[in-house]
């Protein structure tokens, strides 16, 4: 059996309050390794080119960017 399979056996065992508890905390959890993933990104230029492209498309539709 997999980790995943045995967390999914784990958390279908909790009671609602436990699930709501857990929710949280995992999304909490997730959002925390998003934001750690972004900044890393930006950090290393891998997200140069999309913000080139948006400011791109804002010059070609408003004409310049202040």
């Known amino acids: 059996m997999t980790k995943v399979e045995t967390i999914a056996q784990e958390v279908e065992k909790l009671s609602r309050d436990e699930l709501r508890e857990f929710s ?21 230029g891998r997200l140069n080119s999309i913000a080139e492209k948006a400011l791109a498309t804002i010059r070609h539709r408003v004409g310049r960017v202040t």
């Open 24 to 44: 949280r905390w995992f999304w909490e959890f997730d959002d925390q390794a998003w934001d750690v993933q972004i900044k890393a990104d930006a950090e290393a």
